[in-house]
């Protein structure tokens, strides 16, 4: 039996390559005290320490990408993060064929409700 091998043609997938690759270092001298700070101020700006010299070489400042979310949507987060973990156990469960007892099934009850719940508030807060 011969195996037929496909060539791939076109695009791969993945990440594009950039069209102007960053490929060259740039060594700075400074001592350790002027290294935190430098550090410290990348991550102020929420960026990395190459970015942040970067910007700040060839701009004269850097500019500072503020991602808050509201905090409802972090309490969504949450509540959904632990509603997932709960859900999960469940089917752990169910997967090894184990039957679910009368506190699993109440746990799965509420878990739907707290679901619902949350889609209404999804939906409340996106209208």
Known sequence: MQKIIKKRTGNKGGR????????T?????????EKKIIQSNA????????????ELGLN????????????????ITGMLNHMAANLNQIAKKR?????????DRALLNQEVRAIQEVVKDVKFYLI
């Open 95 to 103: 997967n090894k064929g184990e039957d679910l007892n009368a506190l």
């Open 25 to 33: 270092h740039l060594t700075v001298m400074c001592n350790i005290l």
């Open 43 to 54: 991550k102020s700006a929420r960026t990395n320490v190459s970015v942040y010299l970067r």
């Open 60 to 75: 004269g400042r850097v500019r500072m990408v503020v991602k808050t979310l509201p905090k409802e949507v972090l309490q």
């Open 16 to 23: 594009p390559k950039a069209e102007l690759k960053r490929n």
